[in-house]
Protein backbone atom coordinates (compact mmCIF):
# COMPACT_ATOMS: atom_id res chain seq x y z
CA UNK A 1 0.00 0.00 0.00
CA UNK A 2 1.10 3.87 -0.70
CA UNK A 3 2.03 5.90 1.64
CA UNK A 4 -0.99 8.41 0.68
CA UNK A 5 -3.23 5.36 0.79
CA UNK A 6 -2.48 4.79 4.40
CA UNK A 7 -2.46 8.55 5.35
CA UNK A 8 -5.99 8.43 3.62
CA UNK A 9 -7.44 6.01 5.82
CA UNK A 10 -5.90 7.63 8.84
CA UNK A 11 -7.54 10.30 8.15
CA UNK A 12 -10.83 8.91 7.34
CA UNK A 13 -10.94 6.66 10.61
CA UNK A 14 -10.24 10.37 12.38
CA UNK A 15 -12.92 11.78 11.01
CA UNK A 16 -15.13 9.28 11.40
CA UNK A 17 -14.54 8.84 14.99
CA UNK A 18 -14.57 12.21 15.53
CA UNK A 19 -18.26 12.24 14.15
CA UNK A 20 -19.19 9.44 16.43
CA UNK A 21 -17.67 11.40 19.06
CA UNK A 22 -19.83 14.60 18.04
CA UNK A 23 -23.18 12.77 17.35
CA UNK A 24 -23.05 11.00 21.19
CA UNK A 25 -22.92 14.79 22.47
CA UNK A 26 -25.94 16.01 21.15
CA UNK A 27 -29.08 14.82 22.94
CA UNK A 28 -31.92 14.41 20.07
CA UNK A 29 -35.42 15.63 20.74
CA UNK A 30 -38.35 13.89 18.51
CA UNK A 31 -40.42 17.24 16.90
CA UNK A 32 -44.12 16.48 15.69
CA UNK A 33 -44.93 18.19 12.82
CA UNK A 34 -48.00 20.19 12.37
CA UNK A 35 -49.92 21.37 9.35
CA UNK A 36 -47.35 22.09 6.76
CA UNK A 37 -44.01 23.35 8.47
CA UNK A 38 -44.53 24.01 12.60
CA UNK A 39 -42.51 21.67 14.42
CA UNK A 40 -43.20 21.08 18.22
CA UNK A 41 -41.24 19.58 20.94
CA UNK A 42 -42.32 18.32 24.18
CA UNK A 43 -41.19 20.09 27.56
CA UNK A 44 -42.04 20.75 31.43
CA UNK A 45 -41.07 22.85 33.33
CA UNK A 46 -41.66 22.77 37.57
CA UNK A 47 -45.61 24.08 37.87
CA UNK A 48 -46.67 23.43 34.24
CA UNK A 49 -46.31 20.07 34.03
CA UNK A 50 -45.68 18.58 30.45
CA UNK A 51 -45.98 21.17 27.60
CA UNK A 52 -45.19 21.90 23.85
CA UNK A 53 -43.21 24.83 22.18
CA UNK A 54 -43.07 24.92 18.85
CA UNK A 55 -39.61 25.49 17.61
CA UNK A 56 -38.93 29.19 16.06
CA UNK A 57 -35.05 29.79 15.13
CA UNK A 58 -36.74 33.27 13.93
CA UNK A 59 -37.95 34.23 17.46
CA UNK A 60 -35.02 36.08 19.29
CA UNK A 61 -37.03 35.08 22.57
CA UNK A 62 -38.58 31.66 23.92
CA UNK A 63 -42.23 32.43 24.75
CA UNK A 64 -44.93 31.46 27.76
CA UNK A 65 -48.37 32.54 27.94
CA UNK A 66 -50.20 34.12 30.83
CA UNK A 67 -51.61 30.59 32.14
CA UNK A 68 -48.46 28.87 32.23
CA UNK A 69 -46.36 31.69 33.75
CA UNK A 70 -48.88 31.82 36.48
CA UNK A 71 -48.26 28.12 37.17
CA UNK A 72 -44.64 28.88 37.00
CA UNK A 73 -44.69 31.60 39.59
CA UNK A 74 -46.66 29.87 42.22
CA UNK A 75 -43.85 26.77 41.60
CA UNK A 76 -40.94 29.31 42.23
CA UNK A 77 -39.82 28.33 38.47
CA UNK A 78 -39.91 32.12 37.22
CA UNK A 79 -38.42 35.26 38.16
CA UNK A 80 -40.08 38.60 36.63
CA UNK A 81 -36.35 40.20 34.47
CA UNK A 82 -37.94 43.04 33.26
CA UNK A 83 -39.96 43.97 29.79
CA UNK A 84 -39.22 44.13 25.78
CA UNK A 85 -41.09 45.49 22.42
CA UNK A 86 -41.60 42.39 21.17
CA UNK A 87 -42.02 43.08 17.49
CA UNK A 88 -45.33 40.46 16.22
CA UNK A 89 -45.76 38.14 13.21
CA UNK A 90 -47.83 41.06 11.94
CA UNK A 91 -45.30 43.60 12.37
CA UNK A 92 -47.01 45.18 15.12
CA UNK A 93 -45.24 45.90 18.21
CA UNK A 94 -46.22 45.01 22.33
CA UNK A 95 -44.35 45.51 25.10
CA UNK A 96 -44.07 42.09 26.80
CA UNK A 97 -42.86 41.47 30.35
CA UNK A 98 -39.94 38.95 30.22
CA UNK A 99 -39.32 36.14 33.14
CA UNK A 100 -36.39 33.78 33.67
CA UNK A 101 -37.54 30.20 33.31
CA UNK A 102 -35.29 28.86 36.55
CA UNK A 103 -35.68 24.93 34.91
CA UNK A 104 -37.06 23.88 31.48
CA UNK A 105 -36.41 20.12 30.51
CA UNK A 106 -36.35 19.69 26.99
CA UNK A 107 -37.75 16.16 25.97
CA UNK A 108 -37.03 13.90 28.51
CA UNK A 109 -33.58 15.03 29.43
CA UNK A 110 -32.07 18.00 27.96
CA UNK A 111 -31.48 20.08 30.77
CA UNK A 112 -31.64 24.72 30.38
CA UNK A 113 -31.62 26.79 33.39
CA UNK A 114 -32.23 30.70 33.76
CA UNK A 115 -33.94 30.47 30.02
CA UNK A 116 -35.51 34.06 29.37
CA UNK A 117 -39.02 34.44 28.08
CA UNK A 118 -41.36 36.51 27.08
CA UNK A 119 -44.61 36.09 28.29
CA UNK A 120 -47.88 36.22 25.43
CA UNK A 121 -51.28 37.21 26.86
CA UNK A 122 -54.49 34.42 27.30
CA UNK A 123 -53.68 31.21 26.69
CA UNK A 124 -51.55 31.44 23.25
CA UNK A 125 -49.12 29.35 21.71
CA UNK A 126 -45.31 28.98 23.55
CA UNK A 127 -42.33 29.61 20.83
CA UNK A 128 -39.15 28.09 21.91
CA UNK A 129 -36.72 30.53 20.39
CA UNK A 130 -33.04 31.50 20.30
CA UNK A 131 -32.95 32.43 24.30
CA UNK A 132 -33.25 28.66 24.96
CA UNK A 133 -31.75 27.12 21.65
CA UNK A 134 -28.45 29.24 21.95
CA UNK A 135 -28.17 27.52 25.86
CA UNK A 136 -27.75 24.40 24.23
CA UNK A 137 -26.30 25.63 20.84
CA UNK A 138 -24.60 24.47 18.74
CA UNK A 139 -27.79 22.82 17.65
CA UNK A 140 -29.32 20.78 14.35
CA UNK A 141 -32.76 21.40 13.06
CA UNK A 142 -33.56 18.17 11.04
CA UNK A 143 -37.20 17.94 8.93
CA UNK A 144 -36.01 14.16 8.02
CA UNK A 145 -36.64 12.60 10.70
CA UNK A 146 -38.23 15.63 12.70
CA UNK A 147 -36.06 16.34 15.33
CA UNK A 148 -33.78 18.67 17.47
CA UNK A 149 -30.27 17.86 18.42
CA UNK A 150 -28.50 19.90 21.08
CA UNK A 151 -25.36 19.73 22.35
CA UNK A 152 -25.20 21.32 25.60
CA UNK A 153 -27.61 20.35 28.06
CA UNK A 154 -27.60 19.99 31.44
CA UNK A 155 -28.36 17.17 33.50
CA UNK A 156 -31.51 16.67 35.65
CA UNK A 157 -28.95 16.17 38.71
CA UNK A 158 -27.06 19.68 37.65
Known amino acids: MSRSV ?4 VWLLLLFNF ?11 PMNQK ?12 GSG ?21 SLVEANNA ?10 ADGSQQ ?16 VLDDVEAAVF ?9 LSALEKAAPFVFSTNPPSLSLSNCGTAAG
Open 6 to 9: IKSA
Open 19 to 29: NLAVAESFKTI
Open 35 to 46: RLATYYVQANML
Open 50 to 70: NVEFMVDTGAGYTTINEHTLA
Open 79 to 88: TYVGELTGVM
Open 95 to 110: RLPVYRIKRLVLGEDC
Open 121 to 129: PRNTRMLLG
